[in-house]
């Protein structure tokens, strides 16, 4: 499956405000797996009676991805006691990696041991007996990525886990990963894991192009910048009073951004959160934005976003808003090369293998 520019929403529908859209669902890279088109992050829940709430209001928005981690505190023993009547009915993740023991060197890594012990871990705090899907949580550089992906493809035939994915991981390793897996008849990564927003847009450079090349899910994590393109730490009221990041840290391109996406929201009608998440929502059919709230009151707002629709000018003084440079070797490789094909380029009717763009 590789997707092509003509299936990246531009936003040349009509603007419309964040009102209660429609969740949509798609298939999870190149599996036969239904994922709604908005993940929740299940990093940030406040308390059990919080997060029982959140996810009843995602479940009821058509939500059914959760994605956790075995790094995120008590956030798996919360899951696994509020899921335990329901649990079928979401796509459960979470990740392994990052060491369960900082005494114990063989407590973290990618590695068989670690991830035996993590897997089943795991499985004991979300009270079941399978995980939907298995993330890398990031890149252990002293395991053979040979050694890590048979252990994951042991773990599906003994059926603890259905789908892997790789998080955090440069692309060169997925795609050595994949080739892999292909040759050795193993489980591929099925989606990938990123950091993604208007603020940081580096996997543009080669993460998701791969990602789109092989078919994989992008689950991106971060849509609002730490929450520096929700505004809270640009208005006029100042940061909240136990906010984790310094307002005097803010670069004037922090600052841009947030004053371009402030800016289209109220020209929509729509909150700079929703705004955010639907720039997310436009740059590729593979991109699965995690809505990360922290209560009740900002996930009704996050998924907003599923109601706004950017028109083509807000998203043309978005993208000028920040600028990002894709580097070599895109600038290398785009545009008109007579250098390389001739005068007879322009005439040519046929085949173009896609470098990523927007639109």
Known sequence: MTFTADEIDTGSAAPSAGGRGVMRDRLFGPTGLRVSELFLGAMTFAGPDEADEMIGLYAD??????DTASAYGDSEEVLGRLLRHRRDRFVLATKFTLTRDARDPNAGGSHRKNLTLSLEASLRRLRTDYI????????????PIEETMRALDDAVRAGKVLYVGASNLPAWLVSRANTLAEWRDWTPFAGIQVPYSLLKRDIERELLPMAEAYGLSVAAYGALAGGVLSGKYTGPGGAPS??????????ARDHRAARAVQQVAEELGATASQVAIAWLRTRSPAVHPIIGSRNAAQLRDNLG??????????????DAAVEFDPGYPTDFTTGPRPW????????LDGRTLRTWRRR
């Open 61 to 66: 928005a058509g939500g059914n991805v959760i």
């Open 132 to 143: 939907d899907l298995f993330w890398v949580h990031t890149w252990d550089e002293h395991t």
């Open 242 to 251: 136990g906010s984790r990041l310094d307002p005097a840290s803010l670069t």
């Open 305 to 318: 976003a599923l109601g706004v629709t950017l028109p083509a000018d807000a998203l043309d003084r978005l």
């Open 340 to 347: 390389v094909f001739g005068d007879r380029e322009p005439l």
